[in-house]
DNA sequence: TATGATACTTACTTTTAGGAAAGTATAAAG
DNA sequence: CTTTATACTTTCCTAAAAGTAAGTATCATA
């Protein structure tokens, strides 16, 4: 059986797995940001559109956990916070832009209008 | 606003119009398989551990919308119906083999014992 | 007359993802 | 003594995805 289980939870394919990391709505959106600039909480909050604070914090959040981002705190009022992609966060961007192709390519198939980049 | 509708969803970014067509748990499974063989539903599903009746037909009807696969109907008694990848199907392929090889990766990061291939 | 083979459908329930809105902490500035 | 700035946390709620279990249709064969 081609399954295993890892952190509490049962994946069937290494396309869950990978997904699992950078799946979902927001977290290719941060990843993608974040491996051009160092951002604060509050840049990326402005930077990616409908993002509320609850999704943002525990997207970083799991990202931070599965190390695919860093947080650096500073010891100042009011709080700031950078967030920098990792190493292990880099192998992930050749990825996602595969992905945002083809997803461009499919817009473009439907006719749809959308603002390239 | 870089944001979209399109047949009654809201997309905000083309990632997510790409996850909506090769997305979920269960819809690069099958395009995998059918990008090496037509097959029928019985042999889809031996192929695919834990899939159940509900989510191959619901998943193989999404495709079909979504022009990804094609279903031939043999007009015999027990029934036999085929499915195929479509020239658009086909155009996934490379994305799912990319995140394949990420999810591969990542459990080889991770120490996983996973049987290659 | 019952069984098997195939490809489903239907109804119901559980799980997960995502969103809305309000609240919290701290210290400086007005 | 109230406001501002920043980065959150918390509670509650909705919607979507996925899973369970049972049922359906047709005809040939036993």
New interface residues.
């Given amino acids: 059986?081609?399954?295993?289980f890892?952190d509490k939870k049962l994946y069937?394919?290494?396309?869950?797995?990978?997904?699992n990391?950078i799946?979902g709505?927001w977290k290719?959106?941060i990843l993608w940001r974040l491996h051009k600039n160092i951002l604060r909480y509050g840049e990326l909050k402005k930077d990616i559109?409908?993002i509320t604070d609850k999704m943002l914090t525990t997207q970083l959040r799991d990202l931070e956990e599965k190390g695919l981002i860093e947080r650096k705190v500073y010891a100042v009022v009011p709080p700031k916070v950078e967030y920098s992609i990792t190493e292990?966060g880099l192998?992930?961007i050749?990825?996602?832009e595969?992905?945002?192709k083809?997803?461009?390519?499919?817009?473009q198939?439907?006719g749809?209008?959308?603002?390239p980049k």
């Fill in positions: 059986m081609p399954e295993f890892h069937y394919t290494p396309i869950e797995f990978a997904l990391h799946g709505t290719m959106p559109p409908h292990k192998k992930a050749p990825i996602i595969t992905i945002m083809y997803g461009y390519e499919l817009i198939e439907a749809i209008e959308f603002p």
